[in-house]
């Protein structure tokens, strides 16, 4: 064989491997069970939760692909023995909403008034034809209570913090909090600045989740956790905002700022991954966003 044609073969070998190793990932969505009726679910990049009611499952936020869409919801239907009746979106992001499109058309979807408007304004390419029946249908602006059977969920929005729109969910029965992308556990978050987030504003945010009632802590990407393991997430948000002002007083440079060593509450943070592929989210990332908030250096799109 001439060398080229050598090359050409292992290239032709690597891609279709790579291929299939991001199709097997994709596919492969691991449970954890939190009580009788709460699961959650892990899969590439994100964490959705499934919660048993008397009269059907509840999904909370779908992944990023319309085929883990369809896994979530059969794993819904397998665990509660029930349709799904509800779907809540946390926030606008793909990796919490590229799914629902796998679900039943008419199936109620709930999200905040702002969610919506940034799938509609942000992705809108994606949420064209017969995807957009699954977009949400039912959104609130400051809270939202629906009892479903013998479950009571409380949707609340606290203010600003990964964009300016995210909900969580309180499940009252279960004591437990959903937090979505509001707290990444044991990583770098994602600061969605041009769809008004806000590091300054998170650990606000943060305290108005600690004053409502939970014990069981779901985040948006990592482990479950406890308030405990919240409070560590809002130390690291903390020091990042406290990073931004002194950005703003030193009139610190850029460069410097990404330097800074006054970030050490990150200890043990890993990067979230696509299937082991970087995506960016890392401590030079979190730094680079404190300080252009901080700064004026973005652009609000939304
Ligand atoms: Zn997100």
């Given at each position: 064989m001439k060398l080229w044609k050598k090359l050409l073969f292992a290239a032709v070998i690597i891609v279709v491997a790579a291929a299939l190793y991001l199709l097997i990932s994709i596919r492969s969505i691991s449970v954890e069970q939190v009580s009788p009726d709460l699961h959650v679910l892990f899969g590439v990049g994100s964490n959705t939760t499934v919660l048993n009611t008397d009269v059907g499952a509840v999904v909370i936020d779908s992944m990023t692909f319309p085929m883990q869409g369809a896994l979530i919801r059969r794993m819904a239907e397998e665990l509660t023995g029930k349709p799904v009746v509800l779907l809540i979106n946390t926030h606008y992001h793909l990796d919490h909403t590229?799914?629902?499109?796998?679900?039943?058309?008419?199936t109620r979807v709930v999200s905040t008034e702002r969610t919506l408007s940034h799938l509609k304004a942000l992705d809108a390419s994606f949420w064209e034809g017969d995807r957009?029946?699954?977009?949400?249908n039912d959104t609130f602006d400051d809270e939202l209570k629906i009892e479903l059977g013998n479950k009571t969920i409380t949707l609340k929005t606290l203010g600003?913090?990964?964009?300016d729109g995210d909900l969580v969910a309180v499940i009252e029965e279960e004591k437990t909090i959903v937090m979505g992308d509001l707290f990444f556990n044991q990583h770098y978050p994602n600061i969605d600045l041009e769809a008004g987030g806000s590091v300054q504003e998170w650990p606000a945010t943060l305290d108005a989740a600690f004053?409502?009632?939970?014990e069981t802590v779901v985040p948006g990407h990592g482990l479950i956790t406890d308030r405990l393991g919240m409070r560590d997430f809002q130390r690291f948000m903390g020091q990042l905002a406290t990073i931004g002002q002194m950005a703003v007083i030193d009139e610190t440079p850029l460069e410097e700022a990404l330097n800074s060593?006054?970030?050490?509450?990150?200890?043990g943070y890993t990067e979230v991954t696509l299937a082991g592929i970087s995506?960016?989210?890392?401590r030079e990332f979190v730094l680079r966003r404190a300080w252009q908030e901080s700064t004026g250096n973005f652009t609000r799109k939304n």
């Open positions: 590229h799914g629902n499109p796998a679900f039943q058309e008419g957009a029946k699954l977009l949400p600003r913090g990964h964009t004053a409502l009632e939970f060593d006054q970030l050490n509450a990150d200890k995506i960016g989210l890392n």
